[in-house]
C-alpha cells in the first residue's frame, strides 16, 4: 500500500501541519490564538478523524450510499461542533469572539481536507 494514498498517513500528516501553524501564530502573533486553542484543535481534529473513518467504513460497506453517507458525517459534525462551542461558551471562556474565530478557522481547515478526500474519492466511484 502507497503510504502517501492511505487516509490515516494524510490526516495525520495534515493535522501535524496545522499544529505547526498554530504553534509559529502563538509563537509570532499571540493575540491572534486563544488561549484553549489546544482543546479547540483536539476537538475538531478528533472529530473530524472520527467522522471521516466512519464515513469511510460506511463506503467501504454500501458504496452505493455515498451520498447519504457524506451527508450524515455533515449533520454530526455540524452538530456536535455547536454542541462543543455551546458548552464552553456556557462555562465561561473569556473572550467569545476570538474563541469563535479560531474553532471556524481550524473547523474550516478540516472540513477542506474533507472535501479534498471526498473529490479524490470520486474518480473511483465514476468507474
Known amino acids: 500500500m502507497n503510504l502517501l494514498t492511505n487516509f490515516h498517513f494524510r490526516f495525520f500528516l495534515f493535522s501535524t501541519l ?6 509559529v501564530f502563538s ?10 486553542i ?6 475538531v481534529a478528533g472529530l473530524s ?4 473513518a466512519l464515513a469511510l467504513w460506511l ?3 454500501s ?13 454530526i459534525r455540524i452538530l456536535s461542533s455547536l ?7 456556557v462555562m465561561g471562556v473569556e473572550n467569545i469572539i476570538l474563541f469563535i474565530v479560531n474553532f471556524f478557522i481550524l473547523f474550516l481547515f478540516y472540513l477542506t481536507f474533507d472535501i ?7 474518480r473511483p466511484i465514476s468507474k
Open 83 to 89: 454542541g462543543f462551542i455551546a458548552i464552553l461558551v
Open 27 to 36: 509563537n509570532f502573533i499571540p493575540q491572534t490564538i486563544h488561549t484553549s
Open 38 to 43: 489546544w482543546s479547540i484543535f483536539g476537538f
Open 18 to 23: 496545522i499544529a505547526g501553524l498554530i504553534l
Open 116 to 122: 479534498y478526500t471526498f473529490i479524490s474519492n470520486l
Open 59 to 61: 463506503y467501504k460497506k
Open 49 to 52: 478523524y472520527l467522522v471521516s
Open 63 to 75: 458504496p452505493e450510499n455515498f451520498l447519504q453517507i457524506k451527508l450524515l458525517g455533515m449533520v
